[in-house]
T-cell receptor, first 118, second 112 residues
Framework: DTEVTQTPKHLVMGMTNKKSLKCEQHMGHRAMYWYKQKAKKPPELMFVYSYEKLSINESVPSRFSPECPNSSLLNLHLHALQPEDSALYLC?????????????????FGEGSRLTVL | EDQVTQSPEALRLQEGESSSLNCSYTVSGLRGLFWYRQDPGKGPEFLFTLYSAGEEKEKERLKATLTKKESFLHITAPKPEDSATYLCAVQEWDNAGNMLTFGGGTRLMVKP
């Protein structure tokens, strides 16, 4: 069983809707990530939080808004999405702080939230 | 610019037919190379970390090796349950954080 829990597993929304994806981990990891994955493509990094602070935003459109309420929770708020935003959204976490030093590429991924935008 | 290329894109094997997946990379300074397994509709699952050329890691039927330019994932006597997409990713020393550059993946299908 994955130790990173994502909800909902599936989400269908219209272009005018506002919805949120949620992610939770209880491994004590200090870095959390949002990735977007299209079919038959590798995951694409969207955002990185380190110690609850946004450290990396990979030029993601403002219709995606991340939030890290505490060290165990990560949200992705969605508003005015486009059909091309339909994808599998993956949350991940890792030990260690950002930058040189303790960083590791060993990520623990959740099972993802399958988003369909109509 | 970092580049990670996996080959083949897809591979069909008979059960018991051993083979290798390739991951070639171009980075200025390799911090680590990572292999992940991804089942359809699920998130990737971490398999191995390799740090330096000559290093090898094994787990059940899988063995990962690393040279200065590429990594191989050897699958010995595969079973149908090994069917999945295998992703490799590299992390370099220069980047701002835990950023991974993923390859395109190899979709493996093992037929009974």
């Amino acid at each position: 069983d994955t130790e990173v829990t994502q909800t909902p597993k599936h989400l269908v929304m219209g272009m005018t809707n506002k919805k949120s994806l949620k992610c939770e981990q209880h491994m004590g990891h200090r870095a959390m990530y949002w990735y977007k994955q299209k079919a038959k493509k590798p995951p694409e990094l969207m955002f990185v939080y380190s110690y609850e602070k946004l450290s990396i935003n990979e030029s993601v459109p403002s219709r995606f808004s991340p939030e890290c309420p505490n060290s165990s929770l990560l949200n992705l708020h969605l508003h005015a999405l486009q059909p091309e935003d339909s994808a599998l959204y993956l949350c991940a976490s890792s030990q260690g702080e950002m930058g040189a030093g303790g960083a590791t590429g060993e990520l623990f991924f959740g099972e993802g939230s399958r988003l369909t935008v109509l | 610019e970092d580049q990670v290329t996996q080959s083949p894109e897809a591979l069909r094997l008979q059960e018991g037919e051993s083979s290798s997946l390739n991951c070639s990379y171009t980075v200025s300074g390799l911090r680590g190379l990572f292999w992940y397994r991804q089942d359809p509709g699920k998130g990737p699952e971490f398999l191995f970390t390799l740090y330096s050329a000559g290093e090898e890691k094994e787990k059940e039927r899988l063995k990962a090796t690393l040279t200065k330019k590429e990594s191989f994932l050897h699958i010995t006597a595969p079973k149908p349950e090994d069917s999945a997409t295998y992703l490799c990713a590299v992390q370099e020393w220069d980047n701002a954080g835990n950023m991974l550059t993923f390859g395109g993946g190899t979709r493996l299908m093992v037929k009974p």
